[in-house]
């Protein structure tokens, strides 16, 4: 014995509300979880810039006192 389940027209449209009600709520979602992205990314590059800066200008004084210190000794 086979029984066959059947949707009315009603349970087709009870079921499209539900499915979009569920796909706005899983948009919202998704722009929050990009910005909370790009925000992580945005931190990570402030970072990056600072340790280069830092990294940049630690060479520089160092090549300054090694040429200065060419300089005086020879």
């Not at 009600?21 to 979880?33: N, R, T, W």
């Not at 910005?35 to 990056?48: C, D, F, K, M, Y």
């Not at 810039?49 to 000794?73: H, P």
Request: zero cysteines; hydrophobic letters at 55%.
């Amino acid at each position: 014995m086979v029984v066959h389940d059947t949707a009315t027209k009603d349970d087709l449209s009870a079921l499209k509300t539900e499915l979009k009600a569920d796909m706005a709520a899983l948009k919202i979602e998704m722009a929050a979880l990009e910005q909370r992205l790009l925000a992580v990314i945005e931190n990570r590059t402030l970072r990056l810039t600072v340790r280069m800066g830092v990294m940049l200008a630690a060479s520089l004084s160092l090549m300054t006192a090694i040429i200065g210190a060419l300089i005086r000794f020879h």
